[in-house]
Structure formats: structure tokens, C-alpha cells
């Protein structure tokens, strides 16, 4: 067992792409990711479970279909499951996501992204 902390700003520099969340631990069957995000990710929602967000740096809106939501540095927002939506963020954004593991970023296992431990 590693008892070293994670450096989220060590981890994010690893990688580039945007969209593609990168597992960095786990915790009670959820994987704890980063990602880097910019432009706008499609609209979808997750039928089994809610959806966490967490503004490490840059600016997140969260799109309903009946209002947006905007999240800055160090605010967080939980989408119950079955809600629809889609985020975007005009600049380069980083994000904390915890998803139970397997869980579909897009929503549908057929287009989601490949979570990578790193």
C-alpha cells in the first residue's frame, strides 16, 4: 500500500487530450479522475448514477435543457442520475470526476471514452 499523496497538478500534466478522463485512484468501487476539457462534450445523461463535477481551475457550464450552470475554481455540482445534459468550457479547463468504475462518460459504453489509470 502507497501511502504517498497524489498531486492532481503532477497528474494532469501528463497527458494533453481533452474528454478522456484518467483514472488516478479508487474509492469504494468509484474511480477518483482528472480530465482536461475544452469546447463543448455532448449532450447525454446516465441512467443508474448521479454525476460529479469538480472545478480544480477554469470555468465549467453545465447545459440543461432549461437553464446552464456555471462552475469556477473549487465549486462542485452533482447531476442526479436520469437528468440530461452537456458541459463545455470556452477555455482549457481541469476537472475532479468520481464515477463508480465502468461508468460510461458519454452515458453509452458504445462511444465512451477508455478511462486510463495513471
Not at 475554481?73 to 442526479?80: D, F, L, N, Q, S
Request: net charge negative; with cysteine.
Amino acid at each position: 500500500m502507497s501511502r504517498r499523496p497524489i498531486n492532481l497538478d503532477k497528474k494532469l500534466s501528463t497527458f494533453t487530450e481533452h474528454w478522456s478522463p484518467k483514472s488516478v485512484a479508487s474509492f469504494n468501487g468509484h474511480d477518483i479522475m482528472v480530465v482536461k476539457v475544452q469546447g463543448e462534450f455532448n449532450w447525454h445523461k446516465h441512467d443508474d448514477t448521479d454525476d460529479f463535477f469538480l472545478v480544480l481551475s477554469g470555468e465549467l457550464t453545465i447545459h440543461f435543457r432549461d437553464e446552464n450552470l456555471v462552475l469556477g475554481p473549487g465549486e462542485m455540482y452533482v447531476i442526479p442520475k436520469g437528468v440530461e445534459h452537456c458541459t463545455s468550457a470556452k477555455e482549457e479547463t481541469k476537472l475532479l470526476l468520481i464515477e463508480p468504475v465502468g461508468t460510461p462518460n458519454t452515458g453509452d459504453v458504445s462511444t465512451a471514452a477508455v478511462v486510463e489509470r495513471i
